[in-house]
């Protein structure tokens, strides 16, 4: 039958419509030389004015790094590609920070603009912070909440402003020595969110940061650091996007969240990293009695991604989830998970874990579950589900349970599966196109994910992957 | 022998499954608006000729044509062959997990009818089907097909046919895996959606159906070929005799009905 429903064509389209890939013309206040020196770290610090207390953190983190091997796990072959000394390490783009769009110099608003960033903040958010290469070069919040306590900037201003606030918990959570992508971190780090929510308010809208990388072979750093207070409740959003260059580009994030008795915290990312940047980044979580915090994870973009969003459960009665999904393509590797350690009795947490590979891309899910000895009535959940739309892909799960208590109540499920040709068939009887029925089976499988996140993010996302599964002739 | 009019005319088809040829030279005609029951036990090759007349990739025509308004479809995709007016009610819908009927059926109206109903018009045009076929209003926030019992599956493919209002409907054993209540109810829906005008090859390997349903003709299908025509008595008449009395074209058995038929009409 000449009929074919030529699947492998509409299906290679997925992913190849980055539409993000566009770059500025560099225009910056100081740009640091390629490579990574103790005078590169001092003079990051002495340009933010820094107290001598992060002087000696980010060289004593510097010294770490130096020491730390690579791991010997994940993608060791894409890791130990990485030329450290290739990448510049700090760029500030503008002279100060605006509150005003207006305040951001035009071709970085430009680029905002066709990002949809004023736009969203105009519709949905509650407050923004936009970064640009190693500074936040735009941030605002609801005056109502700022009124409330709610303090919500850059990283580097919650220094200056919140020193004894940042002191108490700055890398409490993740050491500098925690892992070489931490300690590279902890000693150029630059920019990033700093948010406290006081004692009972609840945010009700969510907070959005916005990291871009504009420079080729840039390294962005971003700390960010989010503190609940008790009974309180804040929605965090990141979304990042970076210019399509030949060579390699480095973001590597440290985040903590403290999430204080009875706060719950929700962290949502949207990942779309274009195909040429190292996303290797380490996110963690302390909850206390009776908290709640949630990862809510999406990885779409990014040459190669590492990351496990990791939530203690330091107290009776905390809860952690992790909903996660992640999309590899062509030379990409998604390796990706979470981890939830139980330290306090009568804990639970789910993890929810979803991939979709194709045209020779890889998932990897990544996961531990740790339960300490004496932690009683502690219930987990392990779901991930693994969609490969061709034979080239992969996809590969790496779960480690460390189980030392016998009261303990732990489910693991794995499922991989292929986009059947039969639901193909199915949907393109009723009328829709290969990449239609394509697009409708792909954002069903996302489904419990996108169902998660506010609207207007939910049906950006189904429209991407509409977009993505467009533009082959069957 | 052939009406050119006829809405699908299949001629000498062929079709086979890698090596193994399943359809050994089918020819049917059917007329607008008619009803028509193919009754074959199964492993004859009834859904190869419903999925070969939709368009499924699996299948290879090694022979003959099948034409839809005069038109080959053998170029066509099954989509192409879903906006020309074709339908096909599968005997194992599949799940589509994460879809919700709503947006499966309102996606599908949009490209079979080429105009997106609103949700404020989709939803009364559903909720007088949904009715008659018996369904409850939370089933259009279902995922497709996901988790649902036969009865609920068989529902959903009569409503999403009866939205379509195809020219022509193939259902494929829609009455398997039906209790009684659930079957009257699904031949209702069928009988209504013929009334509208819906051509219906209705493939079934019971009689039982074909109460409530009555097809002007019927066809004896038996290792992939039509044995024998005849009308609603040849059914009745392969019941009492069962297939093995029709395995081969059995100039006695069909005598009588294709006297009185004349099945080009």
């Known amino acids: 039958m000449s009929a074919e429903l030529s699947t492998m064509d509409n299906l290679n389209q997925i992913g190849t419509d980055y539409k993000y890939g566009f770059s500025d013309v560099e225009n910056y206040i100081f740009k640091s030389g390629r490579g990574l020196t103790p005078e590169i770290v001092t003079k990051i610090s002495h340009m933010k004015n820094e107290p001598q207390w992060m002087l000696e953190f980010r060289l004593k983190a510097l010294a770490l790094f130096y020491k730390k091997p690579m791991p010997t796990w994940g993608n060791t072959k894409l890791l130990n590609d990485i030329d450290f000394a290739n990448i510049f390490y700090y760029i500030k783009p503008s002279e100060k920070q605006g509150t005003n769009w207006n305040d951001v110099p035009e071709g970085i608003k430009n680029t905002f603009d066709r990002l949809g960033i004023p736009e969203a903040e105009r519709k949905f958010l509650a407050g923004v912070t936009a970064q640009y290469e190693s500074e936040v070069v735009y941030h605002s919040i609801r005056e109502d909440l700022e009124k409330l306590g709610v303090i919500f900037t850059d990283m580097d201003s919650g220094l200056r402003e919140h020193e004894d606030l940042v002191r108490k918990y700055f890398a409490t959570i993740i050491p500098a020595n925690d892992n070489k992508f931490a300690a590279l971190n902890s000693s150029v780090w630059s920019g990033g969110s700093f948010v406290y929510v006081p004692p009972g308010v609840k945010v009700d809208i969510p907070l959005q940061a916005y990291f871009r990388i504009n420079a080729e072979n840039m390294g962005q750093f971003e700390r960010t650091l989010i503190i609940a207070d008790e009974g309180s409740f804040v929605h965090y959003i990141e979304g990042c996007t970076a210019p399509v260059y030949s060579s390699d580009s480095l973001h590597s994030a440290v985040v903590e969240l403290i999430a204080l008795p009875g706060s719950h915290i929700r962290y949502t990312t949207i990942q779309n990293w274009s195909k040429n940047v190292y996303n290797l980044v380490t996110k963690r979580a302390y909850a206390y009695e009776n908290a709640k915090v949630e990862w809510v994870d999406g990885n779409l973009g990014s040459k190669l991604t590492m990351k496990y969003p990791a939530i203690y459960l330091m107290g009776e009665n905390a809860r952690g989830e992790v909903l996660s999904i992640a999309f590899a393509g062509d030379n990409q590797h998604q390796d990706a998970g979470a981890k939830m350690v139980h330290v306090a009795s009568n804990t639970s947490s789910i993890v929810v874990s979803k991939s979709i590979s194709k045209n020779g891309g890889r998932t990897s899910y990544r996961g531990l579950v740790k339960v300490y000895e004496d932690a009683k009535n502690v219930k987990c959940s392990v779901k991930c589900d693994a969609l490969l739309l061709d034979d080239l892909s992969r996809s590969d799960t790496y779960p480690t349970m460390e189980i030392n208590d016998q009261d303990v109540n732990i489910e693991h499920e794995a499922t991989v599966s292929k986009v059947g040709e039969e639901q193909l068939f ?4 009723r009328g829709l196109t290969a990449d239609e029925a394509t697009a409708m089976i792909v954002n069903g499988f996302f489904e419990p994910f996108t169902k998660e996140l506010p609207l207007e993010y939910a049906v950006e996302l189904n429209r991407l992957i509409k977009l993505e599964m467009e533009g082959s002739v069957g | 022998m052939s009406n050119k009019n006829a809405l699908l005319i299949i001629n000498n088809l062929h079709a086979k499954i890698g090596d193994k040829t399943i359809l050994k030279g089918v020819s049917l005609e059917i007329n607008s608006g008619s009803v028509h029951a193919l ?11 419903s999925y070969t007349i939709m368009g499924h990739p699996k299948y290879e025509v090694s022979q003959g044509d099948i034409k839809f308004e005069g038109n080959s479809l053998l170029n066509l995709s099954p989509d ?3 906006k020309l007016g074709i339908a096909l009610s599968f005997q194992y819908p599949v799940a589509i997990p994460g879809v919700t009927v709503l947006n499966f059926l309102k996606t599908s109206l949009k490209s079979v009818l080429k105009r997106d109903i609103p949700i404020k018009e989709l939803r009364p045009m559903l909720k007088a089907k949904m009715q008659e076929l018996e369904i409850k209003d939370e089933f259009l926030s279902r995922y497709v097909n996901d988790g649902f019992s036969g009865g609920e599956k068989k529902k959903l493919e009569i409503l999403h046919l009866s939205l379509l209002k195809p020219k022509l409907a193939i259902l494929d054993e829609t009455d398997s895996g039906l209790d009684i209540d659930a079957l009257k ?21 019971y009689q039982r159906i074909l109460n409530y349903v009555t097809p002007q003709f019927v066809h004896i299908f038996e290792n992939g070929e039509i044995t024998n025509t005849g009308n609603h008595e040849l059914a009745f008449k392969l019941e009492e005799f069962g297939y093995e009395y029709f395995a081969k074209a059995n100039p006695l058995a069909s005598t009588n009905s294709t006297k009185e038929v004349n099945y080009v009409s």
């Open chain 1, 426 to 429: 199915y949907l393109m009887s």
């Open chain 2, 39 to 49: 009754m074959g036990r199964n492993g004859s090759g009834k859904s190869t000729l």
């Open chain 2, 80 to 82: 192409e062959r879903a």
């Open chain 2, 185 to 205: 109810v699904v031949a209702n829906g069928i009988t209504s959606l013929n009334k509208e005008g819906t051509a219906i090859l209705l493939i079934t390997h």
